[in-house]
């Protein structure tokens, strides 16, 4: 049975009164869900293995991005790297949405068929101020958008409930959302299955007047309930490393509004969308691969993929 967030908080707010602010464990307080399908203790669990240590932190870049952090423009504010177990995320704290996700994401991880299960609620790493909440998208405009997918994430509950943290949320048109985002996801995942392991960043791009750079946080379009910030674009990033070290790419940026794309006019207009990740890295002044050497990195970021990878092996849905 789900529980309101007012009955919640007051039940917090009495523990409080009764027993005193330390009888309450931290990740209690902040915890605000607004709907989560599984008991408090497990989202506080799932809470808790968010909190990484410093050794833990650089694991996981090791593990999501093994050719370096990506580096943001100089002029970036108020930005703050999330670290998890299972991804690595960029925080923009002004304009209160991920501006990427990382994500390492093998054929294994693909395999596992677990029940999508629901847990929205607030980021306790974040501070008030900058952070989203439930009552930022109580609005019928936009989808609750995953910048890092739920069904990249079912190897385990806890993975799966962590991407709904609302740091990893951004607001998306529904038939964005629900059709050519979502098939796109579904691409992913397959390319995972064919690859065996794949390397994927998503995320955000802030361009209303189409002049190809980031636009000023204070130009930006924001939800009504708030200040989360809706982006003009989406981009998805895929990389692949051969056997003989041989890397393959394929890039997206993808337009962001209500028009609803589906069946034999999806692929095709994927197609339209596909860019290099030099495109992409002059759009949002982000450096994805610092690590890699220069050649290979020249190589793969100005190329451009010719077709959808392996998609005469999908089937549609």
């Not at 027993?19 to 209690?28: D, E, I, K, S, T």
Request: hydrophobic share 45%.
């Amino acid at each position: 049975m789900h529980v309101s967030r007012t009955v919640r908080s007051l039940v917090v707010l009495a523990v409080v009164l009764l027993f005193g602010l330390a009888a309450v464990p931290a990740a209690a307080i902040q915890i605000d869900p607004c709907d989560c399908e599984v008991e408090d203790a497990v989202a506080f669990a799932a809470d808790d293995a968010m909190r990484l240590t410093a050794s833990q932190r650089r694991k996981a870049e090791r593990v999501h991005l093994p050719w370096g952090m990506p580096v943001a423009a100089a002029s970036a504010d108020n930005e703050v790297l999330l670290h998890s177990e299972h991804y690595v995320l960029a925080y923009d704290g002004d304009l209160r949405t991920p501006l990427w996700g990382a994500y390492r994401l093998t054929a294994a991880d693909v395999s596992f068929d677990l029940d999508r299960t629901e847990c929205f609620r607030i980021d306790p790493r974040l501070d008030a101020e900058v952070r989203s909440d439930c009552d930022d998208y109580e609005e019928p405009v936009f989808d609750r958008g995953h910048v890092v997918p739920s069904d990249a994430m079912s190897r385990s509950l806890e993975a799966m409930i962590n991407t709904y943290v609302f740091s990893n949320m951004t607001p998306q048109h529904a038939n964005f959302n629900r059709f050519l985002w979502q098939q796109l996801e579904r691409y992913v995942r397959e390319w995972a299955e064919q690859h065996n392991e794949i390397f994927v960043i998503t995320g955000a791009v802030f361009d209303r007047d189409g002049d190809g750079v980031r636009d000023p946080d204070d130009e930006a379009v924001r939800m009504s309930t708030g200040g989360v910030a809706v982006a003009s674009h989406f981009y998805k990033i895929v990389l692949h490393e051969g056997p003989a070290g041989r890397i393959e790419a394929i890039a997206f940026v993808i337009p962001h509004n209500n028009d609803r794309i589906t069946g034999d006019a999806r692929d095709p207009f994927l197609m339209e969308c596909v860019r290099s990740i030099d495109e992409i890295e002059s759009l949002t002044g982000i450096d994805f691969s610092p690590e890699m050497d220069s050649l290979r990195e020249m190589f793969v970021e100005q190329s451009k993929a010719r077709r959808l990878w392996f998609r005469e092996s999908i089937v549609d849905r």
